[in-house]
């Protein structure tokens, strides 16, 4: 749902939240800063979009790998496998 730029050339796993957009796909939004000593980012997080090293940008609308955290998403009310 967002640009997304990464610091260096590596393999990124952005926190972020995932939410249905009006075409039925889902969207994902980062929760904010994404330094690894962060922790308010990743207690937002629902899933982290997985970015591979090749990637320094991509625009909003571009396909990423999501990868759903189980807790959060229980949180929020979803049933478990």
């Excluded at 995932?18 to 889902?26: F, P």
């Excluded at 308010?40 to 970015?51: F, G, H, P």
């Excluded at 571009?62 to 959060?72: D, E, F, I, W, Y």
């Amino acid at each position: 749902a967002e640009p997304v730029r990464t610091p260096a050339p590596l393999a990124h796993y952005l926190r972020a939240t995932l939410a249905r957009a009006a075409d039925g796909t889902l969207a994902a939004r980062l929760t904010g800063a994404q330094g690894s000593g962060l922790l308010t980012s990743m207690r937002r997080a629902d899933a982290l979009l997985a970015i591979p090293a090749a990637v320094d940008a991509l625009p909003a609308g571009v396909v990423v790998h999501a990868l759903p955290l189980r807790g959060a998403l229980l949180a929020r009310g979803a049933t478990p496998d």
